[in-house]
């Protein structure tokens, strides 16, 4: 029987990167995004590699979305073996003129949902003696940089919940791990590079090499195979060993 895996922010960027290396497995794969062809993308992929999908566009914001986005997930598929908690924002700000409102969705968004979705799929994981979260955190999960203060906050609270998971999960066969990449090169950071170009005044490549690469050993993104490999390998049957601990893909970035 094929295996579910419920990805949220999966229809770009690091989450549909995890979603088309778990579709090559043949995992059936409920799909989550804000993009309004949100389902079309989830069709394609779903007829690509011959497997069901989903989609769902559930405000992570609202706690009983996502418990109903699990739900929708169990039901349209029978079961739910795998969680990606991938979702995120970012808001970039001096503390002192940081928006309180900005700072909360991003808590929300990035924090709050890990929690809600993990507690909503609980039951049906340990009701199946499997399961496995797989938390995207962020190397901002185990180091800081200025002027990301909600960001960082919610990585670290995020790579906490994962070990508290690990140590309840452990009876049932659930398994929580986090993933925390460097700089990866998605549509959002791309945006950002043509951002910080403008903003101080030099070349995209200088804002890569300068910037956005800067603390990084290894001066190239994360590749997104990379990270969709190391959450193939947390999902698989033979990882029940592995659990609650955060796999670090940053370049050498907490090396130093």
């Given at each position: 029987?094929?295996?579910?895996?419920?990805?949220?922010?999966?229809?770009?960027?690091?989450?549909?990167?995890?979603?088309?290396?778990?579709?090559?497995?043949?995992?059936?794969?409920?799909?989550?995004?804000?993009?309004?062809?949100?389902q079309d993308i989830a069709n394609e992929v779903g007829k690509k590699h011959h497997i069901k999908v989903g989609f769902s566009n559930a405000n992570l914001l609202q706690s009983e979305a996502i418990e109903n986005?699990?739900?929708?997930?169990?039901?349209?598929?029978?079961?739910?073996?795998?969680?990606?908690?991938?979702?995120?924002?970012?808001?970039?700000?001096?503390?002192?003129?940081?928006?309180?409102?900005?700072?909360?969705?991003?808590?929300?968004?990035?924090?709050?949902?890990?929690?809600?979705?993990?507690?909503?799929?609980?039951?049906?994981?340990?009701?199946?003696?499997?399961?496995?979260?797989?938390?995207?955190?962020?190397?901002?999960?185990?180091?800081?940089?200025?002027?990301?203060?909600?960001?960082?906050?919610?990585?670290?609270?995020?790579?906490?919940?994962?070990?508290?998971?690990?140590?309840?999960?452990?009876?049932?066969?659930?398994?929580?791990?986090?993933?925390?990449?460097?700089?990866?090169?998605?549509?959002?950071?791309?945006?950002?590079?043509?951002?910080?170009?403008?903003?101080?005044?030099?070349?995209?490549?200088?804002?890569?090499?300068?910037?956005?690469?800067?603390?990084?050993?290894?001066?190239?993104?994360?590749?997104?195979?990379?990270?969709?490999?190391?959450?193939?390998?947390?999902?698989?049957?033979?990882?029940?060993?592995?659990?609650?601990?955060?796999?670090?893909?940053?370049?050498?970035?907490?090396?130093?």
């Amino acid at each position: 029987m094929s295996k579910t895996v419920l990805i949220t922010g999966s229809t770009s960027g690091i989450g549909l990167g995890i979603a088309h290396q778990f579709a090559k497995e043949g995992y059936n794969i409920m799909f989550h995004g804000l993009e309004t062809n949100g389902q079309d993308i989830a069709n394609e992929v779903g007829k690509k590699h011959h497997i069901k999908v989903g989609f769902s566009n559930a405000n992570l914001l609202q706690s009983e979305a996502i418990e109903n986005l699990v739900n929708e997930t169990i039901d349209t598929f029978g079961s739910l073996h795998v969680l990606v908690n991938n979702a995120g924002i970012q808001f970039v700000s001096p503390i002192e003129d940081f928006p309180n409102s900005k700072y909360e969705n991003i808590i929300a968004i990035n924090m709050n949902a890990v929690f809600y979705a993990s507690k909503a799929v609980w039951k049906q994981m340990k009701k199946q003696k499997f399961g496995r979260i797989i938390n995207v955190s962020s190397v901002h999960g185990i180091r800081a940089s200025e002027f990301k203060s909600a960001y960082v906050t919610a990585k670290h609270g995020v790579i906490g919940m994962t070990k508290v998971l690990a140590l309840e999960g452990a009876e049932f066969n659930i398994t929580c791990n986090a993933i925390c990449p460097g700089y990866v090169k998605t549509p959002l950071v791309e945006g950002q590079i043509k951002d910080q170009a403008k903003a101080h005044n030099m070349t995209e490549d200088e804002v890569v090499e300068k910037v956005m690469l800067k603390k990084q050993a290894v001066k190239q993104f994360v590749p997104l195979e990379a990270i969709a490999n190391m959450a193939l390998l947390l999902a698989k049957d033979s990882s029940t060993t592995i659990t609650g601990t955060s796999f670090v893909l940053d370049g050498g970035w907490s090396a130093q």
